[in-house]
């Protein structure tokens, strides 16, 4: 088993940043990336970017590259979410997710272990 739990949500203005974590524990030996989903009020959860444990390699959804940058600190067997340029439509609830995936950015249903999520809100 594999828990995850995220920190770091709340609410900043516009054009604002925030830094989102997902502390990791347990049995990760059959995953092989962690990745960020959010989830909005009424829409599908999606993903915002992952990266792969092995290799370090990342991957964005469109919607967010050039703003948001997912890394990882091994020591601490946490990931981050660095959020700049926050925009309302990045309001959300924000999930950690872990999983075996072949490359590119998971689809939730191919995630294995999730979080319980953090609130992020970027008032218009």
């Known amino acids: 088993q594999v828990q995850l739990v995220e920190s770091g949500g709340g609410s900043v203005q516009a054009g604002g940043s925030l830094r989102l974590s997902c502390t990791v524990s347990?049995?990760?030996?059959?995953?092989?990336?962690v990745a960020w989903f959010r989830q909005a009020p009424g829409k599908e959860r999606e993903g915002v970017a992952v990266i792969y444990t092995g290799g370090g390699a990342t991957y964005y959804a469109a919607s967010v590259k050039g703003r948001f940058t997912i890394s990882e600190d091994s020591a601490k067997n946490t990931v981050y979410l660095q959020m700049n340029g926050l925009k309302p439509e990045d309001t959300a609830m924000y999930y950690c997710a872990a999983g075996l995936y072949a490359s590119g950015l998971p689809r939730p249903s191919g995630m294995d272990y999730w979080g319980k999520g953090t609130q992020v809100t970027i008032p218009s």
């Open positions: 347990g049995d990760t030996d059959s995953t092989n990336c």
